[in-house]
């Protein structure tokens, strides 16, 4: 099966960056599409990024729009998001999730990490 463990949340003042990164398991990592999600306290979860499975196409939330950036490295079996000037509305917890399709509905993805919290204090 395949398995996503995210690390390098934290906390933070608003301006600054921080880069987590999704750690996958199994030999099918590269055929999957990779998406960050985010889920702040009292919210629904919401689509952050994705990027398709070789890493040619991104798409972003508009909330994520040239502050942050995906990228993955198939060899190494991890996804990454770089988080730069963070905001405290970033604060959440943020999830890693490999689906089949490229596509930034959650119910497209079947394989969900447990989540990094992401704390932006102001």
């Known amino acids: 099966q395949v398995q996503l463990v995210e690390s390098g949340g934290g906390l933070v003042q608003a301006g600054g960056s921080l880069r987590l990164s999704c750690a996958a398991s199994?030999?099918?990592?590269?055929?999957?599409?990779m998406g960050w999600f985010r889920q702040a306290p009292g919210k629904e979860r919401e689509f952050v990024a994705l990027i398709s499975w070789r890493g040619a196409r991104t798409y972003y939330a508009d909330s994520a729009k040239g502050r942050f950036i995906i990228s993955r490295d198939n060899a190494k079996n991890t996804v990454y998001l770089r988080m730069n000037s963070l905001e405290p509305e970033d604060t959440a917890v943020y999830y890693c999730a490999a689906g089949s399709n490229y596509s930034p509905q959650e119910a497209e993805y079947g394989y969900w990490g447990h989540g990094t919290q992401v704390t932006v204090s102001s």
């Open positions: 199994g030999r099918t990592f590269s055929s999957y599409t």
